[in-house]
Nanobody, 127 residues
Framework: QAPLVESGGGLVQAGGSLSLSCAASGRAASGRSLRTYAMGWFRQAPGKVREFVAAINWSGGSTDYADSVKGRFTISRDNPKNTVYMQMNSLKPEDTAVYYC???????????????WGQGTQVTVSS
């Protein structure tokens, strides 16, 4: 299983910004480079189900966002660094959640049932 490690979470005031990072191992157990994997971000608030936030395909040429974050969050990736990012602007208290990095062999898969998950990083937005 490919390890994914998130960082960058923290406490911010409403209207503030955070940038999350997810560092991935260079290759999966099969030997396939993770540069070819689709990547994404999910979040889970207390008492809520885990929900899709954003996804990016292997090349970075295609992205998708949940309606709740569209226009405020931006997902990107730096394949030579094996890292995916999510810039989060205009944060709202309802954005408070644990944010999880995810990976899958296909773009469709990463938006629905990712094969790999990170440990999560806490984002708290105060009012």
């Amino acid at each position: 299983q490919a390890p994914l490690v998130e960082s960058g979470g923290g406490l911010v005031q409403a209207g503030g910004s955070l940038s999350l990072s997810c560092a991935a191992s260079g290759r999966a157990a099969s030997g396939r480079s993770l540069r070819t994997y689709a990547m994404g971000w999910f979040r889970q608030a207390p008492g809520k189900v885990r929900e899709f936030v954003a996804a990016i395909n292997w090349s970075g040429g295609s992205t998708d966002y949940a309606d709740s974050v569209k226009g405020r969050f931006t997902i990107s990736r730096d394949n030579p660094k094996n890292t995916v990012y999510m810039q989060m602007n205009s944060l709202k208290p309802e954005d408070t959640a644990v944010y999880y990095c995810a990976a899958d062999l296909t773009y469709v898969g990463v938006k629905t049932r990712p094969d790999y998950w990170g440990q999560g990083t806490q984002v708290t937005v105060s009012s």
